[in-house]
Structures are given as structure tokens and as C-alpha cells.
């Protein structure tokens, strides 16, 4: 199994292998008959990837299956454009994997679905838990197979497919937003948040399999609940989170601005075990623009929502993703745009330039700008967002942080501190560090950094 894309797709594809792996399935990287690979459709580069990755598994010799964002998106289209690919499969077919890869191995030819708009529809197909036993919070079980967990959506499984003291926890599934660049909702589905008893009963899974760290993963995390009635429900469940054996990190992710009110910012600030993190999806500042992408804000309200978290937590992470040269973007604009990253002090930032998207709104906005004056703003922005995250990391020189370690590279131990998420931040290397085990905790006192990265030296090792 091959996993493109965002950490949302790791959860799918460890779903995909709690279904295969119940159905007698065996996973080989060396001589596999199938190559399943779980694309991304989410920006022209992503799209590229995935093309190019199946290509490569079309090498192999063994039969290849393309699922996951790009085939939900494009479904025949793509069969058409990639007949090196034996089938590609629509989230429909997850439920049924085990005799859709069957089929193809026995030579039968699987006819692409037409794409269709998921908004009426359920992200994924549920499916029937089945044997063995998970307790709830509530003390309650539920069957499961040996070595698989409740996972997304609501009576589906999960096979973890990593060994390391982090793993995605998914809150929800689809976004019920209408972002005017956003083609996810149409081929993810409408939000549709996971009851609580299963995340929870996911949560003590994970824990009892080494992981140490959740990372909550949705197209929109503070919006879960709102579809089963309670819209404060996330500020209930962190604590839960936190408190369940083994946990010792929560972390969320892609967190709304506009949705960000008072009492969930108290809870991921000052909540034991739910780490101050606040992945924050801006896009941009100028509230001309945010208004034409169907979003809200401003420079001094973003800023005033920064302040409010630090005001808590003044070592909190922040993140966000911006969009560069969206149509009808001025000087003007693009001015309020760096005036707000020169005073947000943002840990990492993500920037994109824009570009048209096939079935979003912004594709019919007036006003585009020149695509030179779009790659000269980037440009521009990428320079001082760099030295701006350099100065950042910096800053933290001389804070004490706890760092969850990782792996080894050359005898130096390399984890994440608290404002740290996997994979799209940096990372802490610990030097004069003695002894440890991946999937411990390290208290260390930054030193020095190197752009976003830090370096810290050892202190000691936190006991469970």
C-alpha cells in the first residue's frame, strides 16, 4: 500500500488494511500481487504525485489499484488517461475491497465510477464490526477483530501500517464549508463528525499498541459535533483524550479561525496532556479577499485571536496556510497580507500560489491576477517567510520543552517539542542525551535553531 497526501489519507489507508487484513489479506513490499494506491487530488502538484506513483507501480508487475482523493474525484476520467492503472476504485468501494481486489486478480475488468458532487452523500460507506472485544469509556465493548480498531466513520476497522509512538486519530470526515478554491467538500462529502465512544475507543487502541501521541486529523476540527447536536463537543472530548491510559499527547489540527471561540481556545491552551498547538487555517488577511474566498477575518482579528491563545499559553505553537495571488488580490491586499505574518509570529507557515482549480468557484472569479505578479509575490513571500520562521525558532532559545523521541540519526536523538506536529513542522535534535527508547519523553533546554528546526540539550527523561 502506497499513501499520498494528507494525514486524513493515512487513516484511510490503515482503514483499507483492517478491511484486507480481516478478509486474509497480507501486506509485502517486496512481491506484492497489488499495488493499492491511495492518491491525493488536492492541488495540481498532489495530482502529478499520484499520477507519477502509479506509473512507478505499474513497474512492479503487479496489478495496481488507484483509491483514495484523485480516484473519487476523477474516477473514469482517470481509468481513461491511466490505463497502466488494472482499476480505480471510488470510496463506495472501500466496503467491499476484498472482493473488488479479488476480482481484479482473477482478471475481471472493474468499470470506473463517474465522478458525482459527495455533498448529498456520506463520505465512506460504513461496514459491520466484527469479532472480539474493545472497551469503551463507558465500560461498554464493542466487537473487533484481533489487531484492528473502530476508526472512521462510524462500524469500520483500522491495521496500523507504522510502528511509531504517533498516530492520526480522525475526528471527522467531508467539511460542510464553501470555501470558493476548495474543491474537498465535493468529492470528501459533507461533515460528519464520529461519535465519541468511538474515537475514545480508537484512542485506547492506539494506546495499548505503543502510541503515545494523537494527532486529531479532519477537514475541519472545530466544526466537530455540530451535526450530532452539540457544537461545544470537542471541548468535552480533549480531556477525554487526554485522560485515556498511555496518552500522553493530544493534538489537533486545522482549526477554522472564524469558529474559534473563547472556551475551545481555553481548552487546547490549558488542558494537561492536550499540548497548546493551534493549527489555524487563515489563508489569508486581507478581509477583501477572505470575503471572496467565503471566509472571515482580518489582519487585527487574527492577530487578536494569536493573542488571546498566548495570553494562556505564551509558548504555544501556531501554524497556518496562505494563498498567494487569489483573484482580485491588490497591492493592497498582498500588503495586509505580509503586515499580518511580520506581527503573527507563527512558528510554520505553508504558502501556495493560486491557481485555478477544476470545480471550484474561483475558477469564474473576475480580477485574476497575472500569473508573473503571482510568482513574483510568492517569491517575495517565501523569502520573508522564511526569514521570519527562522526568527521564530530563535526565539525559543532558552526555553526548557519536553520532546517526544522519534528515531536516531547519527547518535542524535530527533523528536518533536509541543509546538511541533508531525510531518508539516520541524523537529528538536537532543544532543548529550543518554540512553532512551523511542517513544520517550525528553526535557531538554533549546540551544540553538536552524530554521525551523531546533537543537536542545538533554535534561531528563520524564517517567510515566
Given at each position: ?12 489507508s ?69 490505463p ?6 471510488s ?12 476480482g ?31 472497551a469503551?469509556p ?56 464520529r ?11 492506539l ?189 525559543r ?33 537532543i ?6 527508547r ?27
Open positions: 500500500m502506497v499513501t499520498l497526501g494528507c494525514t486524513r489519507n493515512d487513516v484511510d490503515e482503514e483499507l488494511a483492517g478491511r484486507l487484513n480481516q478478509a486474509g489479506w497480507e501486506f509485502d513490499d517486496e512481491n506484492p500481487d497489488v499495488v493499492l494506491v491511495n492518491t491525493c487530488g488536492f492541488i495540481e502538484q498532489a495530482k502529478q504525485e499520484s499520477v507519477d506513483t502509479l506509473l512507478e507501480a505499474a513497474d512492479t508487475g503487479a496489478k495496481v489499484v488507484a483509491v483514495g482523493c484523485m480516484a473519487e474525484r476523477y474516477g473514469e476520467q482517470l481509468a481513461e488517461i491511466m497502466e492503472a488494472d482499476a480505480v476504485l470510496f463506495d468501494d472501500y466496503a467491499s475491497i476484498d472482493d473488488r481486489l479479488n481484479i486478480l482473477r482478471g475481471e475488468k472493474h468499470t470506473a465510477h463517474t465522478p458525482k458532487d459527495r455533498r448529498t452523500l456520506l463520505p465512506i460507506t460504513p461496514v459491520q464490526r466484527h469479532s472480539s472485544k474493545v469503551t463507558g465500560h461498554h465493548t464493542v466487537d473487533l477483530p484481533e489487531g484492528v480498531a473502530p476508526a472512521s466513520g462510524p462500524r469500520v476497522m483500522r491495521r496500523r501500517l507504522g510502528e511509531g509512538p504517533v498516530a492520526p486519530l480522525k475526528l471527522a470526515s467531508g467539511c460542510d464549508r464553501r470555501c470558493t478554491f476548495c474543491a474537498i467538500p465535493s468529492f470528501r462529502g459533507s461533515f460528519l463528525s461519535p465519541p465512544a468511538d474515537v475514545l475507543a480508537e484512542a485506547q487502541w494506546a495499548e499498541n505503543g502510541v503515545k501521541e494523537l494527532f486529531l486529523v479532519s477537514e475541519n476540527s472545530t466544526s466537530y459535533g455540530k451535526d450530532l447536536g452539540d457544537p461545544r463537543l470537542l471541548e468535552q472530548l480533549l480531556p477525554q483524550l487526554a485522560q485515556v491510559p498511555g496518552i500522553e499527547r493530544v493534538r489537533a489540527s486545522y482549526l477554522q479561525p472564524a469558529e474559534m471561540r473563547p472556551s475551545l481556545v481555553k481548552v487546547l491552551a490549558s488542558t494537561p496532556g492536550v499540548v497548546p498547538y493551534f493549527d489555524l487555517s487563515f489563508q489569508h488577511a486581507s478581509e477583501p479577499v477572505l470575503r471572496r474566498m467565503r471566509r472571515f477575518g482580518s489582519v487585527e482579528r487574527f492577530w487578536e485571536l494569536l493573542e488571546s491563545v498566548r495570553a494562556l499559553s505564551p509558548e504555544a505553537g501556531a501554524r497556518s496556510n496562505f494563498i498567494v495571488g487569489f483573484p482580485g488580490e491588490t497591492d493592497h491586499d498582498f500588503a495586509e497580507l505580509e503586515r499580518f505574518l511580520i506581527g503573527a509570529r507563527l512558528d510554520t507557515i505553508g504558502l501556495f500560489a493560486y491557481s485555478d482549480e477544476d470545480g471550484t468557484e474561483a475558477v469564474d472569479l473576475p480580477d485574476k491576477v497575472p500569473a508573473d505578479v503571482v510568482t513574483s509575490r510568492f517569491d517575495h513571500l517565501s523569502r520573508l517567510v522564511e526569514e521570519l520562521t527562522a526568527q521564530r525558532a530563535e526565539d532559545v532558552g526555553e526548557t520543552v519536553t520532546v517526544l523521541f522519534e528515531s536516531l540519526e547519527d547518535d542524535q536523538i530527533e523528536g518533536r517539542a509541543a509546538h511541533q506536529a508531525p510531518e508539516v513542522d520541524g523537529i528538536t535534535t544532543v548529550d542525551a543518554p540512553d532512551v523511542v517513544g520517550d519523553f525528553v526535557t531538554a533546554t533549546v540551544v540553538a535553531s536552524d530554521g525551523v528546526d531546533l537543537v536542545a540539550e538533554f535534561v531528563s527523561v520524564l517517567k510515566e
